[in-house]
Each structure stands twice: as structure tokens, then as C-alpha cells.
């Protein structure tokens, strides 16, 4: 157990639909970053969150989106859900926003049918 | 574009046998390059990180081989064991402008006992 916690592990939903992935990060940490990764883009970050605040942005798509609550917990907003957004997506801690030391969840798996 | 480009995509190796996996990047601002270990259902999981001011950094059977000048860095696994059967990932990333790591596109190694 990575002490990342993600729900739900699996998902399997229509497309159109909206989805919202959970996140909790290791104990002490602030930053929380999320990942897809998918068979043929490999791990492409998503987006950073550090202590509540967005601090980077990747290649994240505008139905996607995230936010970081004060427990530090954070959750990606997946929505208008099209075939090609199945993937594992990932979470990963660290305790500062520079991200040595990437602790990962073990993932959900969304499956848009 | 992939920042990081990592090869073979997949590996046999004899157990005892020696496992090296390959990543080049361009961007010569990374100044920090972690191996992450994926077993099947899980997140990654940091495996071992070099930085650029050393050539080689050796963990147990695992070792990182750096080549600053040609902008490539290396995995080598001594004494490969059926254990070490996974997906390994490289990844970059520059810490003093971004969080955001970039990761090479996977590796998948099978040893054979």
C-alpha cells in the first residue's frame, strides 16, 4: 500500500456521461498531481495541485477538470465522456510541490462505453 | 512530442541475465531522472533517481547510467530475477521551473527462469 488512495478502481460509464474520480494523498502531503495513462500515450500529466491551489497545468482537456480540498483530497471532474478517455488514471503525492519522490495510487480504471 | 523517448518497448531476459533499458531526451534544462517500476494493477512506483552532477548511481541490482553530453540515461538490472518482471518507466523533469514529469513511454520486461 503506496498510501495513496484512489476510488473508485474501476468505472465503467456511457459516453456524454460525467465522472468524478477521488483522490486521498499519502499522510503529510500537500501536493497532489493526477496522470492518464493510456496504452498508446504512455503517462501524460494532467494537472498539479499544492496545498489547494492549481500550481501546473498539463495537457488536461477543458471537459476535464480538478480542484483540491482542504482536507488535501482531490478530485478530477471527467465529463461529456468520449471512447477515446478510457484509460488508468493516476494519482500521485508528494510532501512539497517540487515532486521528488512521486508516490502513486494504484489507479482507476475508466471505461467509457 | 515526446520529451522522453525510451526503448525497447519489451524485454526477455534470461534469469541472472542483465536487463538495460534505454531513454534520450532533449531537453537539457531535466535536472532530475527517476525509473519508476509498474507491476500489473498497480501505480508506479519509484524505483531509483539520478541527477545530472553524477554519472552512475547504483541501488542493490538496480544501477542508472547517465551520459550528460549525449543526453541519455540508462537502467541496468544485475542478476534480472523473475520478480523483476514488470513495466519500467523513465521519466524527466526540470525542478525549478515545473512539477510536471515527463515519462518515457514503458518497457515491459519479462525474465524467464
Known amino acids: 500500500d503506496s498510501g495513496v488512495t484512489q476510488t473508485p478502481k474501476h468505472l465503467i460509464t456511457a459516453t456524454g456521461q460525467r465522472v468524478t474520480l477521488r483522490c486521498s494523498p499519502r499522510?503529510?502531503?500537500?501536493?497532489v498531481y493526477w496522470y492518464q495513462q493510456s496504452l498508446d500515450q504512455g503517462l501524460q500529466f494532467l494537472i498539479q495541485?499544492?496545498?489547494?491551489?492549481?500550481?501546473a497545468k498539463g495537457n488536461i482537456l477543458e471537459r476535464f477538470s480538478a480542484q483540491q480540498f482542504p482536507d488535501l483530497h482531490s478530485e478530477l471532474n471527467l465529463s461529456s465522456l468520449e471512447l477515446g478517455d478510457s484509460a488508468l488514471y493516476f494519482c500521485?503525492?508528494?510532501?512539497?510541490?517540487?515532486?521528488?519522490?512521486?508516490?502513486f495510487g494504484s489507479g482507476t480504471r475508466l471505461t467509457v462505453v | 512530442q515526446q520529451q522522453v523517448k525510451q526503448s525497447p518497448q519489451s524485454l526477455i531476459v534470461q534469469k541472472g541475465g542483465i536487463s538495460i533499458i534505454n531513454c534520450a531526451y532533449e531537453?537539457?534544462?531535466?535536472?532530475?531522472f527517476p525509473w519508476y517500476q509498474q507491476f500489473p494493477g498497480k501505480g508506479p512506483a519509484l524505483l531509483i533517481a539520478i541527477r545530472p552532477d553524477v554519472s552512475e548511481k547504483k541501488e542493490g541490482r538496480f544501477t542508472i547510467s547517465f551520459n550528460k553530453s549525449a543526453k541519455q540515461f540508462s537502467l541496468h538490472i544485475m542478476d534480472s530475477q523473475p520478480g523483476d518482471s514488470a513495466t519500467y518507466f523513465c521519466?524527466?523533469?526540470?525542478?525549478?521551473?515545473?512539477?510536471?514529469?515527463?515519462f518515457g513511454t514503458g518497457t515491459s520486461l519479462t525474465v524467464i527462469p
Open positions: 500521485a503525492s508528494s510532501v512539497d510541490g517540487v515532486g521528488y519522490g512521486y508516490t
Open positions: 531537453n537539457t534544462a531535466f535536472d532530475y
Open positions: 521519466a524527466a523533469n526540470q525542478s525549478n521551473t515545473g512539477n510536471q514529469f515527463y
Open positions: 495541485y499544492y496545498n489547494g491551489e492549481e500550481r
Open positions: 499522510s503529510g502531503d500537500l501536493s
